[in-house]
T-cell receptor
Framework: NAGVTQTPKFRILKIGQSMTLQCAQD?????MYWYRQDPGMGLKLIYY???????DKGEVPNGYNVSRSTTEDFPLRLELAAPSQTSVYFC???????????FGQGTRLTVV | KQEVTQIPAALSVPEGENLVLNCSFT??????LQWFRQDPGKGLTSLLL?????REQTSGRLNASLDKSSGRSTLYIAASQPGDSATYLC?????????????FGKGTKLSVIP
């Protein structure tokens, strides 16, 4: 029962570096999402996808990119990391539009 | 824009007590509302999802209600246990095509004291 799997769990980046946060789900969900969670704040949607090949921006997309080549995978790319991107990143999926959301364990990213 | 508020930010209760967590939202055009549990350093676990056409959902010792007209949802936890200690988040989805975003509250941190 893997559900939603995120890698890595922790990462430290230097300013200007790039990295990809991996997300995979084994529930055959069409809908996938990336959120970031900052201390004392609610989760904010970065990008979402309604199926393979289809992605769209959420509330805070600047500095990030995504792709969805398969139903299972939804990687999040950070280009030119900035301290403002220090956060905990969560990937989620759902079977239906606005259905019950299943979250991964998160990736804690620090940009120094 | 939907805004979700959870009060109080933190709550401490003795074991065995029944308790209510509150969630309020500003846009009555809500499609559904979900309650999540988050343990420290962990992801979110979905507890209950209430559709806009429903008034409440129950799972074990948990009961969630939704009142669209007043813009409120509550999560009732019966006979609280130390294992219930966690942060509880509510999140709403808006009606309308393309409204995929969950709008989250900041959460209520619950501590159940043995």
């Amino acid at each position: 029962n893997a559900g939603v799997t995120q890698t890595p769990k922790f990462r430290i980046l230097k300013i200007g570096q790039s990295m990809t946060l991996q997300c995979a789900q084994d529930m055959n969900h069409n809908y996938m999402y990336w959120y970031r969670q900052d201390p004392g704040m609610g989760l904010k949607l970065i990008y979402y996808s309604v199926g393979a090949g289809i992605t769209d921006k959420g509330e805070v997309p600047n500095g990030y990119n995504v792709s969805r080549s398969t139903t299972e995978d939804f990687p999040l790319r950070l280009e030119l990391a900035a301290p403002s991107q220090t956060s905990v990143y969560f990937c989620a999926s759902s079977y239906s539009d606005r259905g019950q959301a299943f979250f991964g364990q998160g990736t804690r990213l620090t940009v120094v | 824009k939907q805004e979700v508020t959870q009060i109080p930010a933190a709550l401490s209760v003795p074991e065995g007590e029944n308790l209510v967590l509150n969630c309020s939202f500003t846009d009555s055009a809500i499609y559904n509302l979900q309650w999540f549990r988050q343990d420290p350093g962990k992801g979110l676990t979905s507890l209950l999802l209430i559709q806009s056409s429903q008034r409440e959902q129950t799972s074990g010792r948990l009961n969630a209600s939704l009142d669209k007209s007043s813009g409120r949802s509550t999560l009732y936890i019966a006979a609280s246990q130390p294992g219930d200690s966690a942060t509880y988040l509510c999140a709403g989805s808006l009606s309308g095509a393309g409204s995929y975003q969950l709008t989250f509250g900041k959460g209520t941190k619950l501590s159940v004291i043995p």
